[in-house]
């Protein structure tokens, strides 16, 4: 088992940063990738980033390329995601879950309860 706990979320405006945390704990977690998702109102779970707890792999989907990072700290066994340049379309719960680091959401088998961003324009 895995415990997944999403901190951070909030308001913020348009060309501000964020920056989003996700405390994993678990017996089994270095099998497993870290990756964010995100939801918006009326809209499919869509990838965000995705990152493995070795190594220096790391993947993003195309929207958040160039403003968002993902980052772990392996010590505190916790995942970030930095996302500066926000625009409306950004807002969202994000969640964080673990799996195998693929863009299809199906393939994590762990989720958090997610936290809300939203960006005000």
Do not use: H
């Amino acid at each position: 088992q895995v415990q997944v706990v999403e901190s951070g979320g909030g308001l913020v405006q348009a060309g501000g940063s964020l920056r989003l945390s996700c405390a994993a704990s678990g017996r089994t977690l270095s099998r497993y990738a870290m990756g964010w998702f995100r939801q918006a109102p009326g809209k499919e779970r869509e990838f965000v980033a995705a990152i493995r707890w070795s190594g220096g792999w790391s993947n993003y989907a195309d929207s958040v390329k160039g403003r968002f990072t993902i980052s772990r700290d392996n010590a505190k066994n916790t995942v970030y995601l930095q996302m500066n340049s926000l625009n409306p379309e950004d807002t969202a719960v994000y969640y964080c879950a673990a799996g195998t680091g693929s863009a299809w959401y199906g393939s994590y088998d762990y989720w958090g309860q997610g936290t809300q961003v939203t960006v005000s324009s």
